[in-house]
């Protein structure tokens, strides 16, 4: 019976400790300034920059040059011929030559042989051009006669010798004045086509051989 008792019971089990209650929360100091305005949205990233962009754009070639300016590193003082003129002026000066020529070469008055002569030609023929008048005869009656002249009008013919000789002029003047008046530019040290440094123009005046036995008056240039 002891036993039993003794196995049947058993000893309570001691009390365990109160746990301690969690502190209070901290109070929330307030901030001693304003508080910042929020921060702007970042820009947005520049698009990608294309090879065109970055290409290498070479300085221009020829310069304009202004006489008592420094010369630009990388370009030198070069004279040319006035393109212009040099081509315009042989132009204009040998459209009306030649149809001078082909008058010469069929008229039938002595005076059309000085349009073989360049320039001076057409001025020439103009003044020894006279009036073209023809004398008739005429009987009237037994033992009477009745003279007149008749004239010709050639003011076209005189206005185009004297259109003629102004455009040989101004057609010789040009060409002259293109060679002998050039240009001053400034010329990349590196581009591909160069002049000359210098004006190396000359001409001259001089009587030459025109056709087989005409004479006339020639321009001869070097440059």
Known sequence: MSRAQGAGSTPAPAPTAAQPAPPP???VQPYPYPYPPPAAPAPAPPPAASNEQWRYVPPPAELRYVEGR???AGYHHETRARRGLVIAG?????????LSMSVAASSRYSADRWLYAPVVGPFIDLAQRGDDCTRNTVVTG???????????????TR???MFDG???TAGATMFILGLALPQHIL?????PFTGSSGSKFSWAVAPQRVGPTGYGVGLNGTF
């Open 25 to 27: 929360p901290a109070a």
């Open 159 to 161: 206005f185009f010798l």
């Open 142 to 156: 037994p033992g009477m006669t009745s003279t007149y002249e008749t004239c010709t009008e050639d003011s076209s």
């Open 166 to 168: 102004l455009m040989q």
């Open 90 to 98: 042989p132009i204009v000066f040998g459209v009306p030559y030649v």
């Open 70 to 72: 420094p010369i630009p």
């Open 187 to 191: 010329v990349r040290d590196d581009a």
